[in-house]
């Protein structure tokens, strides 16, 4: 197991979205041009609800930020975190189970899982 | 034997009168017990002792010191895992704070709201958590019962019965020939016995290339029907026929003493016959009274049964609406049902509940495909809103990374399980 191996890759992921554990193309990614607002981004998040809603992260993602073929999701900047999250609902980023997952979730419920993985160790 | 609950509360009062044990808390504390300890029993437990930090007893019965994983247990059978990588302890658990009781659940008196033991003893809960998975229908495939099941293997609850399934694939004959009696709807996993047929062909296709597979199925379509019939055409083509019910599938016998399977009239002589019969949920939700025909109905806000406010039923035996009978429906249902359940008890927030599903399954090396979707709950059902699935025709490149992703996903989910 490759404990955190993807937090030093995160500056990288974060511009480009690379993370080849992810079932698809690529190329079809336009995250270079994504931007989330700045409204969204200074939503102030309930640690407390995004416990709740990481229920829905933690059947797949792995708390201890360990890696077997899916990114850990632990201990992420809030902001970075809500970046990836709306990339995936804005579906500027590929990926279909993260595109389904985030696309259900408001701006406060992805606000509120960012405040609770930053938590994390 | 169907037990009605007034002859099960019979029973269980003669049970306490000889056995009067009680596990009851002593603390004062709300006591939730939890009957089952795979994906949905095993997550509810670990959430309600982690998520209340000591304010409830929770307690988990479950006979098996080691659980195997229904789930990857077919890649298993294709040579891609080891026994030992699906197998599962529960000591993360009892570290955890669960107590884990190894024993059968036997009874449940609603009244006494208590859970009697084979062992003797009995469980006084304040909620009641029921897991079961599945049992298997009397008389679903005509020859079969479970005193046939060494002869023909169900390895549809995983474990010993998968070893058994894997010993008789590895001594086929050369050229020998592997049936499968498919299930109807509704049953746990799926897409679990195309991903099966698919692992034994594999296994054949790398050991026993002239094998044949037949497969007598009672529903004329199945989960991921276009990409698993695609992969057999790429990876497998000629070894597997597939039977539906259109053409004769679901008339289906076997006579596991002669070793033959009969479909539509014509009999033919197999040398392993893996039979997945129809299924209901297992049998301690029918004792305790909350089932109605094979399944528990469920309320999809929390999980509690129609029958009984303090009784939930979680995973494949629940009847809860849209989402598919799947390990990762389990631990999906749990954790809406954990958050209720210490709500109830301790007053903490409740939030509305939200539930995913997500199954992978793998064709041949390399080649994995997968479908998902994400629920809400209504006031008469747990409702689908979005789902997606893989595309026939997808690259070698996407299919390696969902086959990799897949590997992901089983160290996640049994880590939320189990800890």
């Not at chain 1, 554990?21 to 409204?39: I, L, N």
């Not at chain 2, 309600?48 to 929770?58: F, Q």
């Not at chain 2, 301690?284 to 009984?308: C, E, F, L, Q």
Request: aromatic residues 10%; hydrophobic residues 40%.
């Amino acid at each position: 197991m490759m404990k955190h191996i993807l937090m030093p890759l995160f500056s990288v992921c974060f511009l480009s979205a690379p993370l080849g554990a992810f079932g698809d193309d690529q190329d079809a990614d336009d995250t270079d041009e994504f931007d989330v607002s700045e409204e969204i981004l200074s939503i102030k998040g309930d640690p407390e609800y995004g416990e709740y809603l990481s229920g829905d992260c933690t059947g797949c993602h792995q708390v201890d930020g360990s890696y077997d073929g899916i990114p850990s999701i632990t201990g992420w900047d809030e902001e970075s975190f809500v970046w990836a999250m709306h990339s995936y609902k804005e579906k500027a980023r590929e990926h279909p189970v993260m595109q389904m997952m985030a696309g259900r979730l408001s701006n406060d419920e992805i606000a509120a899982l960012a405040a609770y993985f930053a938590t994390l160790e | 034997m169907k037990l009605n609950r007034r002859t099960f509360l019979g029973t269980a009062a003669a049970a306490s009168m000889s056995a009067p044990a009680v596990y009851a808390g002593g603390h004062g504390k709300p006591r939730v017990v939890v009957v089952g300890g795979g994906a949905g029993g095993a997550t509810a437990a670990r959430y309600i002792a982690k998520d209340s930090k000591g304010a409830i007893d929770v307690t988990l019965i479950e006979p098996t010191r080691t659980y195997y994983t229904c789930f990857f247990s077919n890649l298993y059978l294709g040579g891609f895992k080891d026994v030992e990588d699906i197998g599962h302890s529960y000591g993360n658990l009892a570290a955890a704070g669960v107590n884990v009781v190894h024993d059968w659940a036997v009874g449940v008196d609603r009244d006494a709201k208590t859970v009697s033991l084979a062992g003797g003893a009995s469980v006084a809960y304040d909620k009641l958590i029921l897991s079961p998975g599945i049992d298997f229908v009397d008389g679903a495939v005509q020859g079969w019962d479970l005193s046939s099941q060494n002869a023909m293997p169900h390895a549809y609850k995983a474990g010993s019965q998968t070893e058994l399934l894997k010993a008789q694939l590895a001594a086929m004959p050369s050229g020998g020939t592997f049936a499968l009696v498919a299930p109807p709807n509704p049953y746990r996993c799926p897409p679990g016995p195309y991903e099966r047929i698919s692992m034994v062909a594999h296994y054949l296709k790398n050991n026993n290339p002239t094998a044949k597979i037949i497969v007598a199925d009672p529903k004329p379509k199945f989960s991921k029907m276009a990409l698993f019939q695609e992969g057999w055409a790429n990876h497998y083509d000629g070894m597997i026929d597939w039977i539906g019910s259109e053409f004769g599938g679901s008339n289906v016998s076997v006579n596991p003493d002669a070793m033959t399977v009969t479909i539509d009239g014509e009999e033919t002589k197999v040398d392993v016959c893996n039979v997945i019969p129809a299924m209901k949920a297992g049998r301690i939700a029918d004792m305790a009274g909350v089932t109605d025909g094979r399944w528990a109905p469920v309320n999809a806000a929390d999980m509690s049964t129609k029958a009984d406010p303090d009784v939930y039923v979680l995973g494949d035996a629940s009847q809860q609406g849209d989402m598919p009978k799947s390990g990762f429906s389990a631990n999906s249902q749990a954790k809406v049902c954990a958050n209720a359940v210490r709500g109830a008890l301790t007053g903490s927030k409740v939030f509305p509940a939200k539930f995913s599903n997500t199954c992978w399954s793998l064709i041949s090396t390399n080649d994995g495909v997968k479908v998902g979707a994400t629920y809400e709950a209504t006031d008469e059902k747990i409702a689908k809103v979005d789902g997606f699935i893989s595309k026939t025709g997808e690259s070698a490149d996407v299919r390696q990374a969902t086959y990799e992703e897949s590997e992901g996903w089983y160290s996640g989910i049994t880590a939320d399980m189990f800890g």
